[in-house]
């Protein structure tokens, strides 16, 4: 099968200049880019006035089940998205032995969902891996291995540091995890069981992820208050372990800490100075989204959420709950604190019993049930097994945008997939970037925006043959109207597909052309080579 982009504005993803030519596709790979002509029987694509670039690289993406459940995954492919990294925060779905099957559900479950379409049963990396490619995704899927699951293994969900002989056991499971082909290791440290983690584990575990070529990708322990004492631990991993840093969703949370966001890249600055690999993700807005429950103080998760939702059913614990949210803890980053209760948002539940709850904040929320939004907010979780998904307000625009023009970036949704009212970035955090900051703000070039969504990320994970325009390169391609590519989805309407994206191939095929999903879903599991 040939495919002939012809007289598009090719930006080809490394940052140089744009150029007016045509591309040519032939049996999934990008095959010459120049003046070519149509032979008999080429598929030839009007691309004048268009953008022709490489396809999107997610490098922050919860469709760990989505892409089962659903793998047309149609709000990434939409906006542009054909290549996502998994097993983010350090708590998702392999490794996962079968004992631990029914807690660690209920556990991922506020941020990956829940399904009983499977049997839960592929135990590791390279069971889940084949897993996902048996449902022949829509976009290429590559993996992280989570720190929680592999803590789990190792010691179960106990809410302690981990002994020596239990570290090593830990080592042990993530070479065995990263030879299966993940791109490295994730971890999470407000998650449970990541959070028990110390500095030492992590040392350990990131001079296995750095012998194996891996990156390390991390939720840092604190986004507000300790944001300075957080970064400064990332950096003293990084120092002993010589492992590539990229930290997740980059952000500074709660106006008392927004002074800290230059001291913070200052340090991140000094550490590359010295020779550290560290670069991060980021998605456009001034809202964040996660799992509802880490409202609640680290104690309350020790155990797993079988144990949480025991805490949640005892009185005299909400108390102690209460009394620690508003005291604060410190090293603990507290939403309510740094957000507000009138500024968190539920996005999504587990059943129909609370669907009037979604959309509400935890005011709202406690005005609706007739009781404090504390205790309105507790029953929410038990009743609904913690599986439930929020939005929480913690920035400005300006500090969006410095986060956004810094060469370490590269762009992510952290889309929480197929619930409820989500985060808006679901449906259009890379369309965003392009009609918000480059045509409306001109903050970058189309060129620049474009290396931040390709090149840049696929250097960061190392795919040689992903990310640009190439002779030689797999065919994942995007065209897009510059007049008019923009988001649309809203806080309040967030289910929206965006503008502008006209054509999105994945491998040669096209997944999304003219208005119409084609149900091609010709997307690969991509496994590191080791």
């Not at 996502?84 to 079968?98: C, I, N, S, T």
């Not at 296995?208 to 990156?215: E, S």
């Not at 703000?441 to 640009?468: C, F, N, Q």
Request: some cysteine; hydrophobic content about 40%; aromatic content about 8%.
């Amino acid at each position: 099968m040939k495919t002939l982009f012809k007289d598009g504005l090719i930006i080809d993803g490394s940052g140089t200049a744009a150029v007016t030519a045509d591309l040519l596709v032939v049996d999934g790979t990008i095959a010459a880019i120049g003046h070519l002509a149509a032979e008999a029987g080429t598929q030839v694509i009007d691309a004048r006035d268009r953008i022709v670039c490489p396809g999107f690289i997610d490098t922050h993406t919860h469709s760990d089940l989505a892409a089962i459940i659903d793998p047309a995954l149609s709000a990434k492919i939409r906006q542009g998205i054909t290549t996502e990294l998994l097993g983010q925060d350090g708590v998702a779905l392999a490794p996962l032995p079968e004992q631990y099957i029914t807690p660690w559900r209920k556990n991922i479950a506020g941020l990956d969902g829940d399904t009983d379409l499977i049997d839960w049963k592929f135990r590791d990396t390279d069971g889940y891996l084949a897993l996902l490619a048996a449902h022949r995704p829509a976009t290429n899927l590559s993996y992280l291995v989570p720190h929680g699951n592999v803590r789990m293994e190792a010691m179960g969900l106990d809410g302690r540091a981990a002994t020596r002989d239990e570290v090593t056991r830990m080592c042990e499971i993530l070479d065995r995890e990263l030879a299966a082909g993940a791109y490295g290791f994730s971890t999470g440290l407000i998650y449970m069981p990541c959070a028990f983690g110390d500095t030492h584990e992590l040392v350990e575990l990131c001079k296995v992820t750095a012998r194996r070529g891996g990156i390390f990708v991390v939720h840092q322990r604190s986004e507000a208050d300790d944001i300075l004492a957080s970064t400064q631990e990332l950096i003293d991993i990084t120092r002993a372990s010589g492992v590539h840093l990229h930290i997740s969703h980059m952000k500074v949370c709660g106006k008392k800490n927004w002074g800290l966001i230059d001291p913070m890249l200052d340090m991140l600055e000094r550490a590359q100075q010295e020779g550290m690999k560290i670069s991060y993700d980021q998605y456009p807005y001034v809202a964040g989204s996660t799992m509802l429950g880490v409202i609640l103080p680290p104690w309350v998760h020790a155990g797993g959420t079988d144990k949480l939702l025991e805490r949640l059913a005892d009185p005299a614990a909400r108390t102690q709950m209460i009394a620690d949210i508003e005291r604060g803890i410190p090293g603990w980053d507290n939403f309510i604190d740094f957000a507000g209760l009138d500024q968190i948002f539920v996005t999504s539940v587990k059943t129909e019993r609370n669907a009037d709850a979604v959309g509400l904040n935890l005011v709202q929320l406690g005005e609706l049930r007739g009781k404090d939004p504390y205790n309105a907010t507790f029953d929410l979780l038990y009743q609904e097994d913690n599986a439930v998904g929020m939005v929480d307000f913690y920035g400005t625009e300006e500090h969006v945008i410095k986060f956004l023009c810094r060469p370490e970036q590269n762009v992510c949704t952290d889309g929480l997939m197929g619930r409820g009212k989500p985060h808006p970035r679901v449906f259009g955090a890379f369309p965003r970037v392009l009609g918000k900051y480059v045509r409306e703000e001109k903050r970058l070039s189309w060129e620049a925006a474009i290396h931040k969504m390709t090149g840049k990320p696929a250097a960061v994970l190392g795919l040689s043959d992903r990310g640009l325009l190439r002779p030689g390169y797999a065919a994942d391609i995007v065209m897009l109207n510059p007049a008019t590519v923009i988001d649309k989805g809203s806080f309040i309407e967030p289910n929206q597909y965006p503008d502008g994206v006209d054509a999105v191939m994945v491998n040669g095929a096209f997944a999304f052309v003219g208005g119409i999903e084609t149900g091609a879903r010709s997307g690969r599991v991509l496994r590191k080579a080791y």
